[in-house]
């Protein structure tokens, strides 16, 4: 049996990626690299040996190019092979009223809305960039309506809530007299 020298292996490696090549990873979570595999004819696999270049920054919404490369004994370079990552904010932030829904108001009564709070997986409290929509009228008796939205750094937008106000009259029982002024 003859065995081939060193300088007989000119044969390069093969790498193979490990899991999907392009992938979109939400801003703000953990990125776990699947990795790569490689082998080579003579050396067998050598996948510990590979070497990656490139980082994932998920607190930066952007596309990112892992590169991964590996020599077999020999010095015979694989052809290197990348991963294309996208990282994206595509999480709608989520809204909530302060207070209740419906809120009752005596006719002409003032009336000071409480608003609502917004949290966005990414950009974290945008309560500030709450946009509000609609009126109470308090001197009118009926059912108003307000409309709360925010739309995040990425351009997503919340599910729109709303606030049911009630403006209401009251009024005294028949038995029941209102007291004069002396």
Do not use: W
Request: aromatic share 4%.
């Amino acid at each position: 049996m003859t065995t081939a020298a060193a300088g007989d292996d000119t044969d390069p490696p093969i790498i193979t990626l490990l899991g999907a090549n392009a992938l979109t990873v939400e801003a703000g979570t953990v990125y776990t690299d699947s990795g790569a595999s490689a082998n080579d004819a003579k050396d067998g696999d050598i996948s510990a040996n590979i070497m990656q270049s490139g980082v994932v920054d998920t607190s930066a919404p952007g596309s990112y190019i892992l590169t991964y490369n590996v020599s077999d004994a020999a010095g015979n370079a694989a052809t290197a092979v990348t991963r294309s990552v996208l990282v994206a904010d595509t999480t709608p932030p989520a809204i909530s009223l302060i207070g209740s829904s419906p809120q009752t108001v005596i006719l002409g009564a003032s009336y000071s809305d409480q608003g609502a709070t917004a949290n966005d997986s990414f950009d974290g409290d945008i309560s500030a960039s709450i946009v509000a929509t609609g009126s109470v009228n308090t001197g009118v008796v009926g059912s108003y309506t307000l409309t709360y939205n925010v739309v995040d750094s990425a351009g997503n937008a919340a599910t729109a809530i709303t606030r049911t106000v009630n403006v209401v009259a009251v009024t005294l029982p028949a038995d029941v007299t209102p007291r004069s002024s002396p």
